[in-house]
């Protein structure tokens, strides 16, 4: 059964910070551009523990890893980061707009006792990259902490977790801002007890399925086997935010790949070859200005069979599949199977270092990387619904790696969870 902790968060001193200037994205979505715009914003910017700079003449004392541990330290030494009491759990509020919607999604903060997926408490549902997993381990073994939480999913059609929660909004939240997105954040604590035990017999019934953070958890798994069972029990817990996929709020979208750096590449060989799995249409040129129509086509055909988009040597083609009745149920599945592995001859291995696969989730990246001569072609997916995620991770099933996009990305930030 799944475990979750009450924890003595730490989080930023309003009275020494602006929350909207000291938080960040995810490592994983972060490029240089942003990294050192996001250096300047704040000297207490999270990007410092979180992801911070290289230097050429960094060595094994001194690098960014190091840097983040003694920055930690001065942190909270100069309560510029400050740490509560006792163990608390935490209701965390997000808003946020997506093409003129707003959603709302709410969930509990917690930390999750982790265990290997065998088990069937934690359920992944995609692969993961060995090259993230190496990094987020410098900087675990280095901080000891978790600067970010991972995206949990639980199933709760009662929404019995909400209900139960529901009476601390009454009360003022600690953490309460708009950031630079113009999302907004609340967060209020739990501090109740008889609710920590409430809350904690609940989680007990339901497994909980990884939505964001597959390499931050087998990063905290890894790390908690090294420790071993003589740890304290914290090496052994990783920070989460739980959210019930039957509430609203929860928005799922497609990540893009785009090839480059195949030898021999032709495009004629590569259509010609696609012909053996799927019907291939010419759409358009692969102009901006026929792109929404192209992404809206693809999207409305989606529902009655698969199709995905291609963009090559200035043309948009469309990629119908010829086996409808194929097994697969993701996009993601079918473009990784027919076209990288059976027809571009990618190996496992080279998908899994990631050197010749760029991702994203915006279309208008996907066709920029091609008409710019960075990739050498974009193929344009549609997202996967959640009861399709979660059907495949019931039955065991791995995604290929960033096959989901969680809309928002959760922030870095807001709590972190230190482990001793």
Not at 41 to 70: C, K, M, V
Not at 330 to 354: C, F, M, P, S, W
């Amino acid at each position: 059964m799944v475990k979750i902790a009450a924890f003595k968060g730490i989080r930023y001193n309003p009275e020494k910070v602006s929350f909207s200037n000291v938080i960040t994205p995810p490592y994983d979505v972060i490029s240089s551009e942003e990294q050192n715009e996001l250096y300047q914003r704040s000297d207490y910017n999270l990007i410092r523990l979180e992801y911070g700079s290289d230097y050429a003449e960094d060595n094994e004392q001194n690098n960014r890893y190091t840097r983040a541990a003694q920055t930690f330290s001065k942190w909270l030494e100069s309560d510029v980061l400050i740490q509560e009491n006792s163990p608390v759990y935490y209701w965390y509020e997000q808003q946020y707009n997506w093409k003129g919607t707003n959603y709302t999604r709410e969930g509990l903060i917690a930390t999750l006792r982790v265990e290997p997926y065998e088990n069937g408490n934690v359920l992944p549902h995609e692969e993961t990259l060995s090259k993230p997993k190496e990094d987020r381990l410098q900087l675990l073994q280095h901080c000891r902490a978790n600067f970010s939480p991972i995206f949990g999913l639980y199933p709760d059609p009662q929404r019995t977790v909400e209900n139960e929660c529901a009476p601390v909004k009454e009360k003022q939240p600690i953490i309460d801002f708009t950031d630079q997105d113009n999302q907004s954040h609340r967060i209020w604590i739990i501090d109740d007890a008889h609710m920590h035990q409430r809350l904690e017999e609940i989680f007990e019934s339901w497994p909980v399925f990884l939505a964001d953070g597959h390499h931050r958890y087998e990063t905290a798994l890894y790390f908690s086997q090294i420790m071993g069972s003589n740890a304290p029990d914290g090496y052994h817990h990783v920070l989460i935010f739980l959210f019930n996929f039957y509430s609203p709020g929860l928005l799922i979208l497609p990540t893009h790949r785009a090839i480059k750096g195949l030898d021999n590449f032709n495009t004629h060989d590569f259509l010609s070859q696609l012909e053996k799995y799927f019907t291939v249409v010419n759409y358009s040129p692969s102009q901006k200005e026929y792109l929404p129509d192209f992404i809206k086509e693809i999207r409305g055909k989606s529902h009655d069979h698969y199709i995905i988009g291609l963009c090559i040597s200035g043309y948009f083609y469309q990629l119908h599949l010829n086996n409808q009745e194929e097994e697969a149920r993701h996009d993601v599945d079918i473009l990784q199977k027919y076209v990288l592995e059976n027809t571009l001859k990618i190996t496992a291995d080279e998908l899994r270092e990631g050197e010749l696969i760029l991702y994203t989730r915006s279309e208008e990246e996907a066709l920029r990387l091609v008409n710019e001569g960075e990739a050498q072609a974009s193929f344009f997916l549609n997202p996967s619904s959640i009861k399709q995620v979660m059907a495949s991770a019931q039955e065991g099933q791995r995604l290929p790696q960033k096959s989901t996009y969680f809309y928002p990305k959760l922030v870095s930030g807001l709590l972190l969870n230190i482990l001793d």
